[in-house]
């Protein structure tokens, strides 16, 4: 059964770091792309940021280029997002989800592109 489980969410003030975990398990991990997604209330869902399974390329929406870096750690099967000097307007649930063998870089960021998603975890940050 693949299970992709979220953690390191929270309550920060604007300007604050976060990293968000996400451990995974059933499938063969080193094969997948995995993407960082979110939602905020009212809004649809959007990438944040991918990690390619081969050459470890990345990939970030503009509005978080420079703050946050995402990481994976094969032999841990877990895939970071490091978030540093967080806005207000990146409130939302981040979800983790394995990407689609199609997944590409013109179409990282696109939710369709994802298969398996996690149960996500809030992010709140204050002004």
């Known amino acids: 059964e693949v299970q992709l489980v979220e953690s390191g969410g929270g309550l920060v003030q604007a300007g604050g770091s976060l990293r968000l975990s996400c451990a995974a398990s059933?499938?063969?991990?080193?094969?997948?792309?995995i993407g960082w997604l979110r939602q905020a209330p009212g809004k649809e869902r959007e990438g944040v940021s991918c990690?390619?399974?081969?050459?470890?390329?990345?990939y970030y929406a503009d509005s978080v280029k420079g703050r946050f870096t995402i990481s994976r750690d094969n032999a841990k099967n877990t895939v970071y997002l490091q978030m540093n000097s967080l806005k207000p307007g990146d409130t939302a649930v981040y979800y983790c989800?394995?990407?689609?063998?199609?997944?590409?870089?013109?179409?990282?960021?696109?939710?369709?592109?994802?298969?398996?998603w996690g149960q996500g975890t809030q992010v709140t940050v204050s002004s």
């Open positions: 989800a394995t990407g689609s063998a199609g997944l590409s870089r013109s179409s990282w960021y696109v939710p369709y592109m994802y298969d398996y």
């Open positions: 059933g499938f063969a991990f080193d094969d997948y792309s």
């Open positions: 990690i390619s399974s081969t050459d470890g390329t990345t």
